[in-house]
């Protein structure tokens, strides 16, 4: 492609499909980057510059809604286009509210993420014609349902990354913090979410789509 054609950046974990996509997008645009995590995909969004970044709801370490925020308050000119198999009406608008242009669904036909880049690269809205845009945006414009104004940003972090099963010091390691760090975000969670125990961190988790059930 010519140098001058929109950088796209695609966040999917499961690899058939980010280099599906890759193939895809690369025959109209420059694909700069395919990630696994939302760590990465934060991180590479900001040595990048990409255009578009093309995400998943569900990825690893931290999940797309959450990347794509901490994106969006580094880089507000960057288009995100959700590429999912959540058809939650719910999640569609707490995407929008996170700063997404689209939200497209993985039963999409193949050109159909072509289009969606395209628009959201006009500045338009796409959203997967499956989906009832008139709900999702009456839910974007009411009081978030997802996003849980109990915990911080780093909060979150620190339970999707226990909600996934990994200990302290992982933990530690991943977000640069003490092991007692990690347990004192741990005990603040736990006391403003009244949980008691790490099965109920992981509900809480699996129900507001910061991981998979």
Known sequence: MLSNSPRILVADDHTLVAELCRKLL???FEVVGVVND???MVRSACELKPDVIVVDIGMPVLNGLDAAKQVKAAMPAVKILFLTMNSHIE???EAFRRGASGYLLKTCAATELVTAVHAVLCGKSYISES????EINYLRRKDSKLEDERLTERQREVLQLLAEGKVMKEIGDILNMTTRTVAFHKYRI???LGARSNAELVRYAVRNHMVSA
Not at 131 to 134: I, M, S
């Open 91 to 93: 999640v569609a608008a």
């Open 131 to 134: 989906l009832c845009k008139d």
């Open 190 to 192: 736990m006391e403003s």
């Open 38 to 40: 939302g760590r990465t």
């Open 26 to 28: 690369e025959t109209e």
